[in-house]
């Protein structure tokens, strides 16, 4: 057994005193899907352990600039909300793809997000809504846009003192889809997810956001793609020649679950069914 110590702080402060004593060798609790089994198997061996669910940051919050979510929020809360459904259904549909049940109800957005899985299901999202992420410190708050804040595979730009204390989401224009393929039809990792947003007058695209997961070694924004669209006549072809561009710019490996191979011919199809879905149009191909 791994000798550490454990904490439950009831507010925010004393939180990030804790933090910013263990420089690092403390780890963040919240539903521990992802971290208990790392500390079980010996792969995460900090001297401490903080346990966050006494916080307060279990909360759907709105107002005129927004969702606002807090990062103890669990992943099944997030599918039944009716506000996190009507402002920014993507969520619920990537939430409802997400794991099982059981861990649905015990594992938050705030881990999935700080995991820095290139495959977080709830982080492709995220990219196409231009989430922002407010991080605490015994310093105050920052906040740093969702593309700006993983740096690789399980690393990010929070510092070792800094707690994800929420995530917000500005007002969402358009419609969005979120595809998600894995090795079985639910309960599983991702070989790749792609999420879209498109915002359209009549045919014409005035703004497109399309995100991949599980194809490089962070969730990725794809610009070349999204500029193929942003001012552009919405057509068939045109969609099809987008997919091809968004996975053109992805670096996928290949693991256990795909090859590089595969995800970039499935990726391909999976990419035209989602801007198919957020452009309005029946896919077809």
């Not at 079980?40 to 600039?65: F, W």
């Not at 606002?68 to 549909?93: D, F, Q």
Request: glycine fraction near 10%.
């Amino acid at each position: 057994m791994i000798d550490l110590n454990y904490y439950a702080p009831t507010n925010l402060d004393e939180a990030v005193q804790l933090m910013a004593g263990y420089k690092g060798d403390l780890k963040v609790l919240a539903g521990g899907t992802d971290l208990m089994p790392k500390i079980n198997y010996y792969e995460n061996t900090p001297k401490a352990v903080m346990y966050v669910g006494g916080l307060g940051l279990d909360y759907i919050n709105s107002d005129n600039n927004g969702l606002i979510i807090g990062a103890g929020t669990p992943i099944a809360k997030i599918l039944r909300s009716a506000a996190v459904a009507k402002a920014a259904p993507i969520l619920t549909e990537a939430a409802e793809q997400h794991s099982s049940p059981a861990i649905r109800s015990v594992g938050t957005i705030g881990g999935n997000i700080m995991n820095a899985s290139p495959a977080a299901d709830m982080v492709v999202p995220l990219f196409v809504l231009d989430a922002s992420l407010v991080l605490v410190s015994g310093g105050g708050e920052r906040t740093v846009k969702i593309g700006e804040f993983f740096t690789g595979p399980g690393k990010t730009v929070c510092a070792p003192d800094e707690l994800l204390k929420e995530i917000r989401v500005p007002e969402v224009r358009g419609k969005t889809a979120f595809i998600k393929l894995g090795k079985r039809k639910a309960q599983v990792l991702s070989v790749i997810s792609v999420g879209v947003r498109i915002e359209a007058d009549g045919a014409k695209c005035n703004e497109a956001r399309i995100a991949l997961g599980s194809v490089a070694p962070t969730v990725i924004r794809c610009p070349e793609a999204e500029a193929l669209l942003k001012g552009a006549q919405i057509t068939p072809d045109l969609l099809c020649k987008a997919a091809e561009a968004a996975i053109g710019a992805s670096a996928p490996i290949d693991d256990v679950r795909a090859t590089a191979w595969y995800r970039k011919e499935a990726g391909t199809g999976i990419a035209r069914q989602a801007l198919f879905a957020a452009a309005g149009l029946e896919y077809t191909y």
